[in-house]
């Protein structure tokens, strides 16, 4: 479904502060497939997903997507086949929009831009019984402001929209990290039924070795732009957090910083 | 004050309602300052002026006014979003531009005097609604305005539109090129800052070269006393909010004028109103910490 050729980013080109994000990174992955990224910080991984939604225009390499060169595609037009769901709870929705406003915006998003009126009732019906599968109580709050919501139900709302309409691919960027543990493990189950529910192609980016390890049906760890560990099938079956993290020490030659990723 | 001049300060407020609508289109809905409007507003002007005293139909010149809008925020789009000007600077540019685009609209006279050419006030003009005719052709004109740029803002292209103002970054996930979108906000304010500009024209009778300075900041007052004074929610209080504070502006101007004021203070009295509304914020933090006594629990 996904395939990344040769994809290479570098920050502050030319300058003193140089820095080497993504080195010539190939990854494929097939349909349906659900992969977990880790990797410490500074090691590439939200580049990687800023490269691939076309945030950042890479410097060299392709991406493809269900076989479509969409390297020189614009964000937007990515998008209509992407669906993604940012750290930042305030990032994925209009603030000073109503709840089925902000999922009237999304469940156009491969439909034409027009005159048409901005929600019909059948449509409102509809997003009344996907919220209703959220299992928040937001089905009742149509219409208000998502300004009011908390951030769990901001991100749970982000993922309906950036699903509600089958994105080709999946991108999931520490969507739970800015929540409390309570929320974040609500809003991480939610988003392992949707996926496993739609069979979407997805990356996801986690500080948590356990979730990365226990969640989805690949792993790959990523280090100085580069991905030095791909685990699939028997061999992470048979992978613990300890293991991980020594492999990591092992591969990289540091230690990675662990507290984060072990104690959450 | 005279009733007489009551009324004729609630005609001009209806008419530059129009404007202030542009205005609220890029200064609350796409959050970008446009300064484009002073040159935009004398565009409208000059278009009608040229095409009215021409023996034009009135309504039609309207209508190519607010089309030379569309045109003038575009430009202004496209320098900010294609060549990567910050919008207030695009606006600038394009403000200025326009001051000598203006007078060649005008065949190169800095003033063009209307007093035969036909108006839209004259529609009901020797009705039964005596006096009141330009009012009620102001109010009408306005409230068509309004409805239409209401059940706009409730298409599916509407409401990218708010959402490009309240998080781009959502709107582009959304798979919605965002540059198209402040491309049609932008030209759509400025097509109604224009058509005002050419109400005005046929409303006074003259188009003067100078006659925009200003109004982005007319337009900024009456979008915000209108929002203090009559509330902004739901969205179609607020734009009622917003006529009403471009009516309720003039009542201020006019009441300052009746009270002595000279008329050449009048900029002044508009860059303090829109000082102050905008500084609401501020200015209460301020006065708290000046005379708030630390409470003992």
């Not at chain 1, 019909?120 to 009344?128: D, N």
């Not at chain 1, 996907?130 to 709302?157: I, T, W």
């Not at chain 2, 023996?55 to 496209?78: C, E, K, M, R, Y």
């Not at chain 2, 409303?203 to 509330?231: C, N, P, R």
């Amino acid at each position: 479904m996904l395939q990344i050729v040769g994809l290479t980013k570098k920050f502050h080109q030319g300058t003193i502060d140089e820095k080497v994000a993504l080195d010539n990174i190939n990854l494929e992955l097939a349909a349906g497939e659900f992969v977990t990224i880790v990797g410490s910080n500074g090691a590439g991984k939200s580049t990687l997903l800023n490269c691939i939604a076309g945030v950042y225009e890479a410097d060299a390499g392709r991406v493809f997507l269900d076989g479509e060169d969409i390297t020189a595609q614009p964000e937007w037009q990515r998008a209509q086949k992407i669906g993604r769901v940012f750290q930042d709870p305030l990032a994925g929705t209009a603030y000073d929009m109503s709840i089925e406003e902000n999922l009237a915006i999304a469940y156009g998003k491969q439909k034409k831009l027009g005159l048409q009126p901005g929600i019909r009732k059948k449509e409102q019906e509809f997003f009344r019984e996907q919220l209703a599968q959220l299992g928040l109580g937001l089905e009742n709050r149509l219409k208000d402001k998502v300004g009011l919501l908390s951030g769990g139900q901001r991100q749970a709302l982000t993922l309906l929209m950036a699903t509600m309409v089958r994105p080709k691919l999946l991108l999931l960027d520490e969507h739970t990290a800015s929540l409390d543990p309570v929320t974040a493990r609500k809003v991480l189950a939610l988003t392992d039924k949707i996926i496993t529910e739609y069979k979407l192609c997805t990356l996801m980016i986690t500080h948590n070795m356990q979730e990365a390890l226990s969640l989805g049906t690949r792993t790959i760890m990523m280090d100085k732009g580069k991905i030095m560990l791909d685990l699939q099938g028997e061999t992470r079956a048979k992978m613990t957090v300890e293991d991980l993290v020594a492999e990591f020490a092992f591969r990289s030659g540091t230690q990675l910083s662990t507290d984060r990723m072990l104690l959450n | 004050m005279s009733f007489l001049a009551v009324i004729s300060s609630i005609e001009l407020g209806l008419i530059y309602a129009v404007m202030a609508l542009g205005v609220f289109i890029s200064f609350r809905t796409l959050n970008v300052p446009d300064l484009t409007v002073d040159g935009s507003f004398v565009l409208g002007a000059a278009v009608v002026a040229v095409y009215c005293s021409g023996g034009g139909n009135p309504f039609l010149a309207l209508l190519f006014a607010f089309l030379a809008g569309l045109v003038a925020g575009s430009v202004t789009s496209l320098l900010n979003t294609k060549l990567g000007i910050q919008p207030l600077l695009a606006g600038i540019l394009v403000m200025l531009a326009l001051y000598s685009v203006n007078l060649r609209v005008m065949a190169g006279k800095a003033n063009i005097h209307l007093m035969d050419a036909a108006s839209i006030y004259q529609l009901f003009a020797g009705s039964a609604l005596g006096r009141y005719n330009k009012l009620v052709v102001a109010a009408v004109t306005t409230m068509v305005v309004l409805l239409c740029l209401y059940l706009f803002l409730q298409t599916r292209l509407g409401f990218a539109l708010r959402a490009t103002g309240d998080n781009e970054q959502m709107v582009r996930a959304s798979g919605i090129d965002t540059d198209k979108m402040k491309l049609i906000g932008l030209a759509l304010a400025n097509g109604l800052v224009a058509a005002a500009g050419g109400m005005i024209a046929q409303y006074q009778s003259y188009t003067d070269a100078g006659m925009g300075l200003g109004m982005v900041v007319i337009g900024l007052a009456s979008v915000i006393i209108g929002e203090v004074v009559f509330g902004t929610k739901p969205l179609l209080r607020r734009l009622i909010a917003v006529v009403l504070g471009a009516v309720l502006y003039r009542l201020i101007i006019a009441f300052a004028l009746a009270s002595g004021m000279p008329a050449t203070d009048l900029k002044l009295v508009s860059a303090v109103i829109v000082t102050v509304a905008m500084s609401t914020g501020a200015l209460k933090k301020i006065f708290k910490k000046l005379y708030d006594i630390p409470k003992i629990k």
